[in-house]
């Protein structure tokens, strides 16, 4: 393809810019779906978590409780422990995981698609940019090219 066709190549890229646009922000808002899917489940499971620590009434039913719901059996070691330091132990852990959750729910993206549009408007603009500066270059080295094509042209005449 000749350097001066892809100058021409640069206002269409600039029709497809909103395309990217709305191609971006469903992706994007799938994956916020899918995270805010595992999130909640995550809660759902802590919440279950919760009532099971506080009904134990020995380490081993704290244990296989946790186990039935899909959580961490306690580390043998943590099973000789005395019940009460052992539920205490196991809500401080249940604490730092409704933290982490926390943290990831206010990590996740807007719904506002209004609020994501400049977010995805810098990779899309420093492409426009890009090919911009490439058209320009293809132009420039096209107008060398031509002027040294004349000059030998010229050179070869007499």
Do not use: W
């Amino acid at each position: 393809m000749p350097l001066r066709s892809l100058s021409r190549l640069v206002p269409a890229y600039v029709l497809l810019v909103p395309l990217q646009i709305s191609a971006s922000l469903r992706l994007q808002q799938a994956g916020g779906a899918e995270q805010a899917a595992r999130i909640n489940q995550a809660e759902r499971q802590l919440a279950g978590f919760r009532p099971a620590v506080q009904q134990a009434s020995s380490s081993e039913a704290l244990a296989s409780s946790l186990e039935q719901l899909g959580g961490p059996r306690p580390a043998p070691a943590d099973l000789a422990l005395p019940l009460p330091l052992l539920k205490a132990q196991t809500n401080a852990a249940l604490e730092q995981v409704q933290l982490a959750i926390q943290r990831q729910r206010a990590s996740l993206p807007a719904n506002d698609p209004l609020r994501q549009i400049p977010e995805l408007m810098r990779p899309c603009l420093a492409s426009l940019i890009l090919a911009f500066a490439f058209a320009s270059l293809a132009r420039c080295r096209s107008l060398h090219d031509d002027q040294e094509s004349a000059s030998l042209i010229g050179k070869a005449a007499p």
